[in-house]
């Protein structure tokens, strides 16, 4: 099965026919009509062999009020599943996934193979992206079988969620290694104006067959692991903005980047550590 999908994905994303069929496929129209699909009774009838398919463990999530396809791929996990790491200094991921890590230097995060974003045309605002230069971007990258709600990373407040409409690409590297993903799919950002680690960017960026994202709130007062938002059905990704000398990242993890490997992360487990000066 993995195989085929490979195929496919090499036959959208590098042939000339391809292409324009993916014109078709990463349009929000047709997100937008999957997604309204996968929220009907009648979906439900895919729950059982997606989560075979997936080898997803059903015993660990709340499923006993699931009426949709969409009600499960959202579905709450339990809490003893995704403990919280509550050590004020601990910065710890806000979703479950495949983490990569980048510098960003003059506004520009290069990932290994792939194309190059700006983070102004990230987030579409070149002030904002200038407090940004020479620190840190984290990439978590979810797959459909991860936990799709995401938690507050730390305690504090925010203002209004930023939407930036856009096309839906997957966010399989395949496509990241054609296009700007990141720049050109459907997101939104909000800054997190945290306790222990300045002002975070949190980004949730929409891909292919996403129906929606999902933030619970506005501006708000939060708390460290309480639920942010959720995405519907499909793959997705965080994106995290730190400030310079906010967090220490070990140089391991920038290292399995650049050799194109993924940091495998649960919701509310550790990432880096709040930042002291190295001798």
């Known amino acids: 099965m993995a195989k085929q999908e490979g195929l496919t994905l090499r036959f959208l994303y590098n042939t000339v026919v391809g292409r324009g069929v993916l014109k078709i496929f990463i349009s929000p129209f047709v997100s937008k009509m999957g997604g309204f699909i996968l929220s009907t009774r009648l979906s439900k009838l895919a729950v059982k062999n997606f989560a075979k398919k997936n080898n997803i463990n ?61 983070i102004s045309s990230l987030l579409q605002n070149e002030e904002i992206a200038k407090k940004y230069d020479d620190g840190i971007c984290i990439v978590i ?16 407040s925010k203002g209004e969620n930023i939407f930036i409409p856009g096309k839906l690409h997957t966010v399989r590297p395949i496509a990241l290694a054609n296009i700007p993903v990141f720049t050109e799919n459907a997101r939104e950002y909000t800054i997190l104006n945290t306790k222990n680690f300045g002002d975070v960017i949190q980004v949730e960026v929409g891909a292919l067959m996403v129906g929606k994202i999902k ?43 650049s050799n194109e490997q993924e940091l495998d992360i649960k919701m509310g487990e550790k990432i880096a550590l709040k930042y002291t000066k190295k001798n």
């Open 141 to 156: 990258r979810l797959c459909v079988d991860n936990y799709h709600r995401y938690c507050y990373l730390d305690d504090g």
């Open 215 to 257: 933030n619970n709130h506005e501006e708000h007062e939060f708390k460290r692991g309480e639920e942010k938002g959720m995405f519907l059905f499909g793959g997705s990704t965080i994106m995290l903005l730190v400030e310079k000398n906010k967090i220490n990242i070990p140089d391991e993890y920038f290292d399995l980047t």
């Open 58 to 118: 059903v015993d660990e999530y709340y499923v006993d009020d699931i009426k949709s396809f969409n009600d499960f791929f959202a579905r709450r996990v339990k809490e003893d599943k995704r403990p919280i790491d509550m050590v004020k200094n601990d910065f710890i991921s806000p979703a479950d996934g495949h983490l990569s890590f980048y510098k960003i230097k003059d506004d520009l995060v290069i990932p290994v193979k792939q194309s190059m974003f700006s």
